[in-house]
């Protein structure tokens, strides 16, 4: 059974950072793409950044440039570096993995306010 945890969501207030982290467990033969997506109360879910497993990455307008994915392949963990948060940024974060399937995690929480 394949299962991804996120840590790292919190409180934060605008233009500080948080660093979250999605580990894979359970039995994996190779994990291609993973990334990370978010929901926002009342909207719907947003795409935030992906990372192949050569480590090409993609990232969402609204995130470009503030927010950079990366991935241990050792540790079979992703994490999204979170800089220069805003209020707009609060939401509940998930990652995703494809191992064959696409398998996702539960979610974690990010709060940006004063």
């Known amino acids: 059974q394949v299962q991804l945890v996120e840590s790292g969501g919190g409180l934060v207030q605008p233009g500080g950072s948080l660093r979250l982290s999605c580990t894979v467990s359970g039995t994996i033969l190779s994990i291609n793409a993973m990334g990370w997506y978010r929901r926002a109360p009342g909207k719907e879910r947003e795409f935030v950044a992906r990372?192949?497993?050569?480590?090409?990455?993609t990232y969402g307008d609204s995130v470009q440039g503030r927010f950079t994915i990366s991935r241990d392949n050792a540790k079979n963990t992703v994490y999204l570096q979170m800089n220069s948060l805003e209020p707009e940024d609060t939401a509940v974060y998930y990652c995703n993995a494809e191992i064959g399937g696409l398998y996702w995690g539960q979610g974690t929480q990010v709060s940006v306010s004063s």
């Open positions: 990372i192949t497993s050569f480590g090409y990455t």
